[in-house]
């Protein structure tokens, strides 16, 4: 099974190498997404776990018993208004019209609950008014 | 005979804040409802704009004198190069122009996040830049190293120079291959996956004036949110092409090359962009006002999208290897549409220029003749035009049998 989630670790777990045993102790491919460290040394980590189901579910429990917590990610497409000079690129490429252009007013706009974030958009913005945006929350 | 005005006649009301100013938009409704000889007679200024990504666009600066004074070998503004083969403190910074440390095109394709366009539009937002310069050292000019931060309020002079702007009609650009291509005009998707189209069409500046007649040398402009003034013709200015009974080009065909101080200009009308694949460039605001000397001039004005074509091109094989592939042409309203018709496939348009924002800047032009901050000029020459018969030229292909080596970089045989 593949799922994308995110760890939070504590600034004791975060000196740990927890992925290391993910791949070796449990046989689970990881795909680093996003990282961050924080000045506390508080960790988060936004990952893509894949693995057999028996692994996949030993690996979780593994992190579990660590304290580390594990959350399903969710990602969201930000349209930054300010930063979009409206030239209807992005509309072209959007597979489900939520980023909409206007074909009165040429103006576009973008319906967030439409977005099934398939990522077109985000190469073809000269502006890079148009960003991957990963829910999650403060590191603990 | 006819009903004429002059410039002065115009400005005249334009000081008086008499003058009668509308869009290149709205005088398509007014010349339907009026006709084009009453319409002629009222509208003393017509206001035209386009904003998109134009690349032949870039910046003298003279930063003045460090201490010991330096002659500026090689300058760069947060890390992007600007040129430095003229006077000592005098550089000139391209849109175009990438970080030595930018890796291109080396991971395929490149995100080209920060150039040349970026940085002035930094400089204008009045952001701290990074200075850094070297120089091997001279007696009038001891100073080989600098390194230090400035702002747009530190230099001496800053204006934009661009020597290719507002290009009259542009082409639409599709992939007749079989992989994705990054090119100036965006993504362009394989097997005729989409239609990329340029200009304003019915607001564009030269579009609005075919021939010439009022724009030439001198004109006052709307560039970047500030005033500036057209310099030239731009470069590959090219206005014997074939054109529609309206006059208006069916290829790109005339430029501008254009100046203004860029202390006065606004960082919402020159904007840094990043095309994947391709490079980084910037979009420039460009307004032109359109006297309404007789009423033939109105009639240019009141062109709309539906009167505009413009060529199909493939940029797989046609344009990069200049073969010849006759795709036809493409209506301007059906571009605006959303989908165009090539040989019996609908394939969805992407714009690369702000309709909305060259909306916005005529009407900003408007204002400000209206409210007589702006007045009209009188080119003091006027732009070569269909009749000139510019010839447009190739780069020869002559092979040097000398042994000489004039730039290492190239490489030996």
Request: proline share 5%.
């Amino acid at each position: 099974m593949k799922n994308r989630i995110v760890l939070y670790f504590s600034a004791a777990q975060s000196e740990q190498p927890i992925i290391y045993q993910l791949v070796k102790e449990y046989d689970l491919v990881v795909n680093i997404l996003k990282a961050n460290i924080n000045p506390q040394k508080e960790g988060l980590m936004v990952m893509e776990l894949t693995g057999d189901k028996d692994n996949y579910e030993s690996g979780i429990n593994y992190l579990s018993g660590l304290g580390v917590s594990c959350e399903p990610l969710s990602q969201t497409v930000m349209w930054d208004e300010a930063l979009c000079i409206q030239c209807g690129a992005c509309a072209s490429f959007c597979p489900t019209e939520a980023l909409f252009m206007d074909r009165e007013s040429m103006e576009v706009s973008f319906d967030n609950s439409k977005c099934v974030v398939c990522g077109m958009c985000l190469e073809c913005c000269p502006t890079r008014a148009i960003n991957l945006h990963f829910d999650i929350r403060e590191a603990m | 005979m006819s009903y004429t005005k002059t410039y002065e006649e115009i400005n005249e009301k334009i000081k008086k804040g008499q003058a009668v100013v509308v869009t290149a938009e709205e005088v398509i409704d007014i010349v339907k409802e009026k006709g084009y000889a009453q319409a002629a007679r009222e509208i003393d200024v017509v206001t035209t704009g386009t904003f998109g990504p134009m690349c032949s666009s870039g910046a003298f600066i003279n930063f003045g004198h460090s201490n010991p004074r330096i002659k500026m070998k090689k300058v760069w503004l947060n890390g992007v190069e600007a040129y430095t083969g003229i006077a000592a403190v005098d550089v000139y910074l391209g849109a175009g122009q990438l970080p030595e440390s930018d890796p291109e095109n080396k991971v395929y394709p490149g995100r080209f996040s920060y150039g040349g366009g970026h940085v002035i539009q930094d400089l204008v937002a009045g952001k701290e830049i990074r200075l850094e310069a070297v120089a091997y050292g001279t007696d009038c000019y001891p100073n080989r190293k600098l390194e230090t931060i400035i702002t747009l309020d530190d230099v001496n002079e800053a204006f934009m120079f661009n020597p290719r702007n507002a290009y009259q009609n542009y082409n639409c650009a599709v992939n007749l291959g079989d992989r994705p291509l990054y090119t100036y005009m965006g993504i362009l998707r394989p097997r005729l996956g989409n239609a990329a189209y340029s200009t304003s069409g019915q607001l564009s500046p030269l579009l609005n004036d075919p021939h010439y007649k009022t724009i030439g040398i001198g004109t006052r402009i709307f560039l970047g949110g500030g005033i500036g003034y057209v310099a030239w013709n731009g470069t590959q200015h090219h206005p014997n092409v074939s054109r529609g009974e309206n006059g208006v080009p069916q290829t790109p065909a005339g430029t501008l090359s254009v100046i203004g101080d860029l202390k006065q200009m606004d960082p919402n009308w020159l904007v840094g962009l990043s095309y994947i694949g391709y490079g980084a460039t910037m979009a420039v605001g460009i307004g032109i006002p359109i006297p309404i000397l007789d009423e033939e001039i109105l009639h240019y004005t009141a062109v709309k999208d539906e009167d505009i074509y413009c060529p199909i091109v493939d940029f797989f094989e046609g344009y990069p290897y200049k073969k010849d592939i006759d795709l036809g042409l493409a209506n301007f309203k059906e571009l605006k549409s959303g989908r165009i018709n090539i040989n019996g496939k609908q394939v969805v348009t992407t714009p690369q220029s702000s309709y909305p924002r060259a909306k916005k800047i005529a009407s900003i032009l408007k204002d400000w003749i209206a409210n007589g901050k702006f007045e009209i000029s009188q080119p003091v020459q006027m732009l070569p035009g269909a009749d000139a018969n510019i010839d447009f030229k190739s780069i020869p292909d002559r092979r040097p049998v000398n042994g000489i080596i004039f730039n290492s970089r190239m490489g030996g045989k």
